[in-house]
């Protein structure tokens, strides 16, 4: 069965640097076809893609975001890390990890996502 | 990047009844090299992360009751739920993975008449 669950501070404060972690189980962060993608949920509003990355390493950012957003994996851990610089109180949001594959970029499972709140 | 605008923003169906929600790219997302739709869509129910109902714009996900049904290619597309079940109640999202910019539609709302 394939899982995976973000974790992370519920509450930054503004111009803080988030640091959000996705550990996986079910599916291995080596095998040659697979990703994970982090994908935001602001309170009532749609769904906004942010960033993915591949076994190979390859990874890909949001063009609007991408100056904040960095994107790496632990193999060994089976953990995908997300770091978002100058955080505001418009990122405030539901921030989800889900899997993905090579050319199928499609987000199938999600984890179960977690709120951040950025306030002061 | 790729808009993806649903239509309507929000729907209200008897039970029983036919759901059409639709999705429009604002470039073709099919490749012609594999003539494959890159589209995606979502159900989303409250406080639940978005589940995986359609890819390739019509190949229902195992286990997705096939009163889910996608269709469209190239810019167009539909999610038709044939006979509306109250557990059907959610937000729809499609999505287009054409574009290494992933990127979304703003959801369609669907509700009970």
């Known amino acids: 069965q394939v899982t995976l669950k973000e974790s992370g501070p519920v509450l930054v404060k503004p111009t803080e640097t988030l640091t959000l972690t996705c550990t996986v189980s079910g599916f291995s962060l080596s095998n040659a076809r697979m990703g994970v993608s982090w994908i935001r949920q602001p309170p009532g509003k749609a769904l906004e893609w942010l960033a993915h990355?591949?076994?190979?390493?390859?990874?890909s950012y949001s063009t609007s975001l991408k100056s904040r957003l960095t994107i790496s994996k632990d193999t060994s851990k089976s953990q995908v890390v997300l770091t978002m610089t100058n955080m505001d109180p418009v990122d405030t949001a539901t921030y989800y990890c889900?899997?993905?594959?090579?050319?199928?970029?499609?987000?199938?499972?999600w984890g179960q996502g977690t709120l951040v709140t950025v306030s002061s | 990047d790729i808009v993806m605008t649903q239509s309507p923003d929000s729907l209200a169906v008897s039970l029983g009844e036919r759901a059409t929600i639709n999705c429009k790219s604002s470039q073709s997302v099919l490749y012609s090299s594999n003539n494959k739709n890159y589209l995606a869509w979502y159900q989303q129910k409250p406080g639940q992360p978005p589940k995986l109902l359609i890819y390739w714009a019509s190949t229902r996900e195992s286990g997705v009751p096939d009163r889910f049904s996608g269709s469209g290619s190239g810019t167009d597309f539909t999610l038709t739920i044939s006979s509306l079940q109250a557990e059907d109640v959610a937000v729809y999202y499609c999505?287009?993975?054409?574009?290494?910019?992933?990127?979304f539609g703003q959801g369609t709302r669907l509700e009970i008449k």
């Open positions: 999505q287009q993975y054409y574009s290494t910019q992933v990127t």
């Open positions: 889900a899997r993905i594959e090579v050319v199928m970029v499609w987000f199938d499972p």
């Open positions: 990355i591949f076994s190979n390493d390859e990874k």
